[in-house]
Protein backbone atom coordinates (compact mmCIF):
# COMPACT_ATOMS: atom_id res chain seq x y z
CA UNK A 1 0.00 0.00 0.00
CA UNK A 2 2.69 2.60 0.95
CA UNK A 3 4.30 1.67 -2.80
CA UNK A 4 1.16 2.31 -4.10
CA UNK A 5 0.25 5.49 -2.32
CA UNK A 6 4.04 6.64 -2.96
CA UNK A 7 3.20 6.58 -6.82
CA UNK A 8 0.12 7.96 -6.46
CA UNK A 9 1.44 11.42 -4.56
CA UNK A 10 3.45 12.62 -7.54
CA UNK A 11 1.39 12.33 -10.01
CA UNK A 12 -0.03 15.31 -10.66
CA UNK A 13 4.03 15.78 -12.07
CA UNK A 14 4.03 12.35 -13.49
CA UNK A 15 1.24 12.57 -15.48
CA UNK A 16 1.96 15.43 -17.49
CA UNK A 17 5.48 14.42 -17.71
CA UNK A 18 4.61 11.02 -19.50
CA UNK A 19 1.95 13.24 -21.46
CA UNK A 20 5.27 15.60 -22.91
CA UNK A 21 7.90 13.03 -22.67
CA UNK A 22 7.52 12.15 -26.81
CA UNK A 23 7.85 15.36 -27.49
CA UNK A 24 11.31 16.31 -26.00
CA UNK A 25 14.34 14.76 -25.70
CA UNK A 26 17.35 15.53 -23.44
CA UNK A 27 20.49 17.00 -24.49
CA UNK A 28 23.50 14.30 -24.97
CA UNK A 29 27.06 14.60 -25.35
CA UNK A 30 29.48 15.53 -22.32
CA UNK A 31 31.46 18.39 -23.12
CA UNK A 32 34.95 18.53 -22.46
CA UNK A 33 35.12 21.14 -19.35
CA UNK A 34 32.28 19.01 -17.89
CA UNK A 35 34.63 16.70 -16.31
CA UNK A 36 37.48 16.57 -14.96
CA UNK A 37 40.09 13.71 -14.12
CA UNK A 38 40.25 11.58 -11.35
CA UNK A 39 43.38 13.62 -10.07
CA UNK A 40 42.07 16.87 -10.47
CA UNK A 41 38.76 16.02 -8.66
CA UNK A 42 41.00 14.85 -6.00
CA UNK A 43 43.23 18.08 -6.14
CA UNK A 44 40.83 20.31 -5.94
CA UNK A 45 40.11 19.39 -2.45
CA UNK A 46 43.17 21.39 -1.22
CA UNK A 47 43.53 23.58 -4.32
CA UNK A 48 41.79 26.36 -5.77
CA UNK A 49 44.78 26.39 -9.11
CA UNK A 50 42.36 26.09 -12.50
CA UNK A 51 39.84 24.36 -10.04
CA UNK A 52 36.89 25.40 -12.52
CA UNK A 53 33.44 23.63 -12.01
CA UNK A 54 35.10 22.01 -8.62
CA UNK A 55 34.82 24.70 -6.86
CA UNK A 56 32.48 23.80 -4.26
CA UNK A 57 35.05 20.69 -3.65
CA UNK A 58 37.46 22.92 -1.66
CA UNK A 59 37.55 22.59 1.91
CA UNK A 60 41.35 23.05 2.25
CA UNK A 61 44.50 21.44 3.85
CA UNK A 62 43.38 21.38 7.81
CA UNK A 63 39.53 19.39 7.01
CA UNK A 64 41.94 17.25 4.50
CA UNK A 65 44.83 16.87 7.37
CA UNK A 66 42.19 16.05 10.28
CA UNK A 67 40.85 13.57 8.03
CA UNK A 68 43.92 11.86 7.63
CA UNK A 69 44.14 11.79 11.37
CA UNK A 70 40.89 9.74 11.95
CA UNK A 71 42.38 7.42 9.47
CA UNK A 72 45.81 7.28 11.75
CA UNK A 73 43.76 7.16 15.16
CA UNK A 74 40.62 5.18 14.59
CA UNK A 75 40.24 2.79 16.98
CA UNK A 76 40.12 -0.99 15.60
CA UNK A 77 35.93 -1.29 17.07
CA UNK A 78 35.55 1.58 14.04
CA UNK A 79 37.34 0.39 11.16
CA UNK A 80 34.29 -1.06 9.72
CA UNK A 81 33.03 2.15 9.98
CA UNK A 82 36.24 4.12 8.54
CA UNK A 83 35.96 1.68 5.92
CA UNK A 84 32.42 2.77 4.68
CA UNK A 85 33.90 6.74 4.95
CA UNK A 86 36.86 5.67 2.85
CA UNK A 87 34.95 3.54 0.36
CA UNK A 88 32.11 6.10 -0.04
CA UNK A 89 34.37 9.10 -1.20
CA UNK A 90 36.41 6.94 -3.34
CA UNK A 91 33.02 5.49 -5.28
CA UNK A 92 31.25 9.22 -5.49
CA UNK A 93 34.64 10.59 -7.01
CA UNK A 94 35.40 7.45 -9.48
CA UNK A 95 31.65 8.09 -10.59
CA UNK A 96 32.34 11.55 -11.21
CA UNK A 97 35.35 11.77 -12.91
CA UNK A 98 36.76 11.43 -16.47
CA UNK A 99 38.32 7.87 -16.87
CA UNK A 100 35.46 5.95 -15.76
CA UNK A 101 32.61 8.19 -17.26
CA UNK A 102 34.49 7.69 -20.89
CA UNK A 103 34.57 4.18 -19.93
CA UNK A 104 30.82 3.86 -18.85
CA UNK A 105 29.30 5.77 -22.14
CA UNK A 106 30.97 3.50 -24.47
CA UNK A 107 28.58 0.87 -23.23
CA UNK A 108 25.53 3.05 -21.48
CA UNK A 109 24.52 5.10 -23.98
CA UNK A 110 21.46 6.91 -21.51
CA UNK A 111 24.77 8.72 -19.54
CA UNK A 112 25.77 11.04 -22.37
CA UNK A 113 22.61 12.62 -20.39
CA UNK A 114 24.08 13.64 -17.61
CA UNK A 115 25.37 17.30 -17.27
CA UNK A 116 28.81 18.51 -15.39
CA UNK A 117 29.46 14.94 -13.95
CA UNK A 118 32.13 16.30 -11.99
CA UNK A 119 29.41 18.18 -10.03
CA UNK A 120 28.41 14.48 -8.70
CA UNK A 121 31.73 14.49 -6.68
CA UNK A 122 30.74 17.23 -4.30
CA UNK A 123 28.49 14.71 -2.50
CA UNK A 124 31.68 13.68 -1.42
CA UNK A 125 32.43 16.86 0.89
CA UNK A 126 30.28 15.96 4.04
CA UNK A 127 31.85 12.59 4.15
CA UNK A 128 35.71 14.15 4.15
CA UNK A 129 34.35 17.25 6.93
CA UNK A 130 32.97 14.22 8.82
CA UNK A 131 36.21 12.24 8.49
CA UNK A 132 37.81 15.57 9.53
CA UNK A 133 35.54 16.03 12.80
CA UNK A 134 36.16 12.49 13.97
CA UNK A 135 40.21 12.99 13.77
CA UNK A 136 39.65 16.40 15.38
CA UNK A 137 37.56 14.46 18.09
CA UNK A 138 40.20 11.87 18.31
CA UNK A 139 42.49 14.28 18.82
CA UNK A 140 40.86 16.13 21.79
CA UNK A 141 40.69 12.57 24.13
CA UNK A 142 44.79 12.29 23.64
CA UNK A 143 46.74 12.83 26.73
CA UNK A 144 48.33 16.06 25.76
CA UNK A 145 50.90 17.73 28.04
CA UNK A 146 50.04 20.83 30.30
CA UNK A 147 51.42 24.05 31.22
CA UNK A 148 50.89 25.60 34.54
CA UNK A 149 51.44 28.32 35.92
CA UNK A 150 50.83 30.24 39.40
CA UNK A 151 48.65 33.36 39.52
CA UNK A 152 49.50 36.14 41.96
CA UNK A 153 46.80 34.80 44.02
CA UNK A 154 48.37 31.21 44.76
CA UNK A 155 45.74 29.81 42.36
CA UNK A 156 47.44 26.91 39.91
CA UNK A 157 46.05 27.47 36.14
CA UNK A 158 47.13 24.86 33.56
CA UNK A 159 46.40 24.39 29.84
CA UNK A 160 46.70 21.34 28.10
CA UNK A 161 49.05 22.00 24.67
CA UNK A 162 46.63 20.05 22.73
CA UNK A 163 44.15 23.02 22.90
CA UNK A 164 46.77 25.19 21.08
CA UNK A 165 47.50 22.91 18.48
CA UNK A 166 44.13 22.24 17.63
CA UNK A 167 42.51 25.90 17.63
CA UNK A 168 45.43 27.90 15.94
CA UNK A 169 45.06 25.70 12.80
CA UNK A 170 40.99 25.73 13.26
CA UNK A 171 41.14 29.28 13.35
CA UNK A 172 43.69 29.50 10.29
CA UNK A 173 40.75 27.10 8.40
CA UNK A 174 38.02 29.43 8.90
CA UNK A 175 40.16 32.43 7.37
CA UNK A 176 41.19 30.56 4.51
CA UNK A 177 38.03 29.39 3.18
CA UNK A 178 36.23 32.67 4.01
CA UNK A 179 37.15 34.62 1.05
CA UNK A 180 36.66 31.98 -1.29
CA UNK A 181 33.25 31.53 0.13
CA UNK A 182 32.13 35.13 0.13
CA UNK A 183 32.76 36.12 -3.31
CA UNK A 184 30.00 33.84 -4.24
CA UNK A 185 27.71 35.79 -2.26
CA UNK A 186 27.28 39.24 -3.06
CA UNK A 187 24.67 41.60 -3.69
CA UNK A 188 24.23 42.96 -7.38
CA UNK A 189 22.58 46.22 -8.39
CA UNK A 190 20.38 45.56 -11.73
CA UNK A 191 21.59 48.64 -13.70
CA UNK A 192 19.81 47.36 -17.24
CA UNK A 193 16.22 49.53 -16.66
CA UNK A 194 17.53 51.89 -19.50
CA UNK A 195 18.41 48.67 -21.66
CA UNK A 196 15.21 46.89 -20.95
CA UNK A 197 12.88 49.90 -21.72
CA UNK A 198 14.40 50.39 -24.99
CA UNK A 199 14.24 46.78 -25.75
CA UNK A 200 10.64 45.98 -24.22
CA UNK A 201 7.55 47.20 -26.71
CA UNK A 202 4.95 48.38 -24.12
CA UNK A 203 2.29 47.31 -26.46
CA UNK A 204 3.01 43.44 -26.57
CA UNK A 205 4.46 40.55 -25.31
CA UNK A 206 7.24 39.56 -27.78
CA UNK A 207 10.03 37.04 -27.77
CA UNK A 208 13.52 38.56 -27.36
CA UNK A 209 16.76 37.03 -26.98
CA UNK A 210 18.88 38.46 -24.30
CA UNK A 211 22.60 37.78 -23.76
CA UNK A 212 22.91 34.04 -22.09
CA UNK A 213 25.83 34.70 -19.33
CA UNK A 214 24.06 37.46 -17.46
CA UNK A 215 21.93 35.98 -15.50
CA UNK A 216 19.23 39.38 -13.83
CA UNK A 217 17.53 39.35 -17.50
CA UNK A 218 15.19 36.48 -16.34
CA UNK A 219 14.33 38.64 -13.54
CA UNK A 220 13.42 42.34 -15.60
CA UNK A 221 11.91 40.34 -18.70
CA UNK A 222 10.06 37.81 -17.34
CA UNK A 223 8.76 39.18 -13.79
CA UNK A 224 8.47 43.27 -14.21
CA UNK A 225 7.57 43.23 -17.62
CA UNK A 226 6.02 39.82 -18.72
CA UNK A 227 8.40 39.03 -21.90
CA UNK A 228 9.58 35.96 -22.49
CA UNK A 229 13.20 34.74 -23.70
CA UNK A 230 13.74 32.58 -26.47
CA UNK A 231 17.73 30.74 -27.32
CA UNK A 232 18.37 30.58 -23.93
CA UNK A 233 20.18 27.46 -22.29
CA UNK A 234 18.02 24.46 -21.59
CA UNK A 235 18.98 21.00 -20.57
CA UNK A 236 16.44 19.52 -22.87
CA UNK A 237 15.81 20.35 -26.45
CA UNK A 238 11.77 19.42 -28.40
CA UNK A 239 12.29 17.15 -30.77
CA UNK A 240 11.62 18.07 -34.25
CA UNK A 241 10.66 21.94 -33.29
CA UNK A 242 12.71 25.14 -33.86
CA UNK A 243 13.01 27.45 -31.06
CA UNK A 244 10.72 30.87 -31.66
CA UNK A 245 12.74 33.53 -33.30
CA UNK A 246 13.32 36.92 -31.04
CA UNK A 247 11.41 40.16 -32.04
CA UNK A 248 14.10 42.15 -30.66
CA UNK A 249 18.05 40.98 -29.43
CA UNK A 250 20.03 42.20 -26.88
CA UNK A 251 23.46 41.47 -27.89
CA UNK A 252 26.67 42.50 -25.14
CA UNK A 253 30.02 43.17 -26.52
CA UNK A 254 31.00 40.01 -24.49
CA UNK A 255 29.00 37.99 -26.41
CA UNK A 256 30.59 35.45 -29.19
CA UNK A 257 28.31 36.09 -32.02
CA UNK A 258 28.02 37.02 -36.06
CA UNK A 259 29.96 40.70 -37.13
CA UNK A 260 26.51 41.25 -38.93
CA UNK A 261 23.61 40.21 -36.50
CA UNK A 262 21.06 41.81 -38.57
CA UNK A 263 17.56 43.49 -38.06
CA UNK A 264 16.90 47.34 -37.15
CA UNK A 265 19.67 48.73 -34.67
CA UNK A 266 17.34 50.81 -31.96
CA UNK A 267 20.12 51.90 -29.77
CA UNK A 268 23.27 51.27 -27.87
CA UNK A 269 23.54 51.64 -24.16
CA UNK A 270 27.03 51.04 -22.14
CA UNK A 271 27.92 47.15 -23.33
CA UNK A 272 25.00 46.36 -24.90
CA UNK A 273 23.34 47.10 -28.56
CA UNK A 274 19.48 46.42 -29.20
CA UNK A 275 18.58 44.97 -32.48
CA UNK A 276 14.92 44.43 -33.70
CA UNK A 277 13.16 42.37 -35.78
CA UNK A 278 9.88 44.17 -37.30
CA UNK A 279 8.87 41.23 -39.47
CA UNK A 280 9.21 39.09 -36.54
CA UNK A 281 6.10 38.98 -34.53
CA UNK A 282 4.12 37.41 -31.17
CA UNK A 283 0.84 37.29 -32.55
CA UNK A 284 0.17 38.21 -36.23
CA UNK A 285 -1.91 38.18 -38.88
CA UNK A 286 -0.53 36.33 -41.69
CA UNK A 287 -2.23 36.68 -45.10
CA UNK A 288 -1.03 36.32 -48.88
CA UNK A 289 -0.42 40.41 -49.22
CA UNK A 290 2.19 40.38 -45.35
CA UNK A 291 2.24 40.74 -42.09
CA UNK A 292 -0.24 42.68 -39.27
CA UNK A 293 1.07 42.90 -36.01
CA UNK A 294 -1.84 42.37 -33.32
CA UNK A 295 -1.24 43.28 -29.54
CA UNK A 296 -1.24 40.35 -27.01
CA UNK A 297 -0.53 39.69 -23.49
CA UNK A 298 0.21 36.14 -22.27
CA UNK A 299 0.93 34.44 -19.17
CA UNK A 300 1.63 30.18 -19.25
CA UNK A 301 -1.30 28.83 -20.63
CA UNK A 302 -3.61 32.31 -20.93
CA UNK A 303 -3.13 34.43 -24.19
CA UNK A 304 -5.03 37.10 -25.00
CA UNK A 305 -4.50 38.81 -28.42
CA UNK A 306 -6.75 42.10 -30.07
CA UNK A 307 -6.26 42.04 -34.18
CA UNK A 308 -7.28 44.44 -36.48
CA UNK A 309 -6.71 43.30 -40.25
CA UNK A 310 -8.03 44.58 -43.44
CA UNK A 311 -8.01 41.39 -45.22
CA UNK A 312 -8.65 37.43 -44.48
CA UNK A 313 -5.62 35.02 -42.84
CA UNK A 314 -4.35 33.33 -39.95
CA UNK A 315 -3.89 34.96 -36.96
CA UNK A 316 0.00 32.61 -35.84
CA UNK A 317 1.22 33.19 -32.12
CA UNK A 318 4.96 31.58 -31.61
CA UNK A 319 4.03 29.56 -29.25
CA UNK A 320 4.25 25.24 -29.35
CA UNK A 321 0.57 23.88 -30.35
CA UNK A 322 0.22 21.16 -27.70
CA UNK A 323 -3.23 18.98 -27.00
CA UNK A 324 -4.83 20.97 -24.83
CA UNK A 325 -5.12 24.36 -26.54
CA UNK A 326 -8.25 26.15 -27.21
CA UNK A 327 -9.06 29.32 -28.69
CA UNK A 328 -12.16 31.15 -28.20
CA UNK A 329 -12.89 34.22 -30.99
CA UNK A 330 -14.95 37.14 -29.93
CA UNK A 331 -16.19 34.99 -26.89
CA UNK A 332 -16.81 31.97 -29.62
CA UNK A 333 -14.79 29.21 -29.69
CA UNK A 334 -13.11 27.95 -32.90
CA UNK A 335 -10.64 25.33 -34.18
CA UNK A 336 -7.43 25.85 -34.41
CA UNK A 337 -4.68 25.02 -37.65
CA UNK A 338 -2.56 22.39 -37.60
CA UNK A 339 1.06 23.03 -36.87
CA UNK A 340 3.68 23.31 -34.29
CA UNK A 341 2.74 27.06 -33.79
CA UNK A 342 -1.13 27.77 -32.40
CA UNK A 343 -2.67 29.38 -35.10
CA UNK A 344 -6.71 30.16 -36.05
CA UNK A 345 -8.37 31.51 -38.89
CA UNK A 346 -8.55 35.31 -38.44
CA UNK A 347 -11.32 37.10 -40.68
CA UNK A 348 -11.71 40.45 -41.37
CA UNK A 349 -12.25 43.47 -38.70
CA UNK A 350 -11.13 44.28 -35.36
CA UNK A 351 -11.21 40.57 -33.66
CA UNK A 352 -10.31 39.17 -29.90
CA UNK A 353 -8.99 36.26 -29.80
CA UNK A 354 -8.31 33.89 -26.56
CA UNK A 355 -6.47 30.76 -26.08
CA UNK A 356 -6.19 28.84 -22.93
CA UNK A 357 -4.21 25.67 -22.38
CA UNK A 358 -6.70 23.54 -20.57
CA UNK A 359 -4.82 20.24 -20.63
CA UNK A 360 -6.75 16.82 -19.26
CA UNK A 361 -3.77 15.51 -17.70
CA UNK A 362 -2.98 18.00 -15.18
CA UNK A 363 -6.63 17.58 -14.37
CA UNK A 364 -6.24 13.63 -14.12
CA UNK A 365 -3.06 14.21 -12.24
CA UNK A 366 -4.30 16.34 -9.50
CA UNK A 367 -7.36 14.21 -9.26
CA UNK A 368 -5.01 11.00 -8.90
CA UNK A 369 -2.94 12.53 -5.80
CA UNK A 370 -5.94 13.65 -4.40
CA UNK A 371 -6.86 10.56 -4.09
CA UNK A 372 -3.16 9.29 -3.10
CA UNK A 373 -3.31 11.92 -0.36
CA UNK A 374 -6.57 10.10 0.51
CA UNK A 375 -5.17 6.71 0.99
CA UNK A 376 -2.16 8.42 3.34
CA UNK A 377 -4.69 10.05 5.93
CA UNK A 378 -6.86 6.61 5.68
CA UNK A 379 -4.16 4.44 6.48
CA UNK A 380 -3.22 7.29 9.34
CA UNK A 381 -6.24 7.75 11.08
CA UNK A 382 -8.29 4.44 9.74
CA UNK A 383 -8.43 3.58 13.42
CA UNK A 384 -7.35 6.54 15.62
CA UNK A 385 -7.56 4.66 18.93
CA UNK A 386 -4.88 2.31 18.32
CA UNK A 387 -2.76 5.46 16.69
CA UNK A 388 -3.08 7.29 19.68
CA UNK A 389 -2.58 4.60 22.19
CA UNK A 390 0.65 3.78 20.27
CA UNK A 391 1.84 7.50 20.06
CA UNK A 392 1.39 7.32 24.21
CA UNK A 393 3.47 4.37 24.37
CA UNK A 394 6.09 5.67 22.66
CA UNK A 395 6.05 9.42 24.20
CA UNK A 396 6.18 8.13 27.76
CA UNK A 397 9.01 5.48 26.93
CA UNK A 398 7.19 1.94 27.55
CA UNK A 399 7.19 0.80 24.04
CA UNK A 400 9.20 -2.02 23.55
CA UNK A 401 10.08 -1.41 20.01
CA UNK A 402 12.01 2.07 21.52
CA UNK A 403 15.55 1.55 22.15
CA UNK A 404 16.92 4.66 25.17
CA UNK A 405 20.75 5.77 25.17
CA UNK A 406 22.83 2.88 26.77
CA UNK A 407 20.19 -0.26 26.57
Known amino acids: MAGIIGLLLPAYFIIPWLHFYPYFSPLKGILAGDVQSFFTVFVSFISTKDIGVNYPLYVGWIPVLLAAVSIWRVPKASIRLLIFFMAAILLICALSTKEPITFLTRYISALEVVRLPSLISVLAVPLVIGLAAWGLDLLVKIAWPKVSWTLGSGKAVSISIGWLVIILPLIFAIKELYPIGTQ ?151 SLISGQWLAVAAPVGKHVYQFRYLPLDIVLGVFVSFLGLFLAVLGLTGHPKAVRTKLKRILSFEDDDVCMPGS
Open 184 to 334: WMFLDSIGRSEVVAQAVQASSVQWIEVPTTDYVWPTLLVQEYGDKMTNVFHPWQWKDRLMPLPSEKVVSIHDELPVDPGGERVATIGEYTIYRYPAVQYASIQTSTGVTPCQSTATGGLINVTCNNNSPGQLVIQENAFPGWMVWVDGKIA
